[in-house]
């Protein structure tokens, strides 16, 4: 503080010097406030969007391979026939067909309880289908003498196109 602050305040020179003011009451005290409140942090403030789980197809719809017929966290449903499990429990179609949810009777009894899903190639199979029975299996199979046919036909244009280029190019 200045000796003419001290003077105008009617303050002794000596207790200027020394950087003490004799009369408080002459000046307030000014104690700075927060201008804004300080924002404490939650924990509890989060949460992510649903993740669309359950059937996607349901029973008797139709499925072609690669259908996703449910998705779950866990193993409520187990695959059944045509069906497999993909690694976060998904599971999906490997045959085309018709979508059936069962139990199994012919299972152990520890496993009695498990609701299977199923892919029925025919609309009128009834799932699981019995041990004895034979499984029919979609092999997808190609007429051999028809496609070597059409290879040989088109070998022929391919050589008749070649022959045609050929007397073209001696000409």
Do not use: C
Request: a positive charge; hydrophobic letters at 35%; aromatic letters at 8%.
């Amino acid at each position: 503080m200045s000796l003419l602050t001290a003077q105008v305040l009617g303050l002794n020179r000596q207790f200027a010097r020394l950087g003490v003011m004799a009369d408080s009451s002459a000046l307030t005290n000014q104690i700075r406030h927060a201008s804004k409140k300080a924002g404490g942090s939650t924990k509890n403030n989060r949460d992510s969007a649903g993740r669309r789980l359950g059937a996607k197809k349901v029973g008797g719809q139709p499925v072609i391979p690669g259908n996703i017929i449910y998705r779950q966290r866990g193993t409520h449903f187990y695959p059944g026939e045509n069906v497999k499990m993909g690694k976060d429990h998904t599971l999906y179609a490997v045959e085309s067909g018709w979508v059936q949810y069962y139990q199994n009777p012919a299972k152990d009894k520890k496993f009695w309880k498990r609701t299977y899903v199923g892919v029925a190639v025919r609309k009128d199979q009834i799932l699981p289908t019995p041990a004895e029975e034979p499984r029919r299996r979609a092999f997808r199979l190609i007429d051999t003498a028809a496609f070597r046919n059409q290879l040989d036909q088109s070998r022929k244009e391919a050589l008749e196109d070649l022959v045609a280029m050929d007397k073209i190019i001696q000409a």
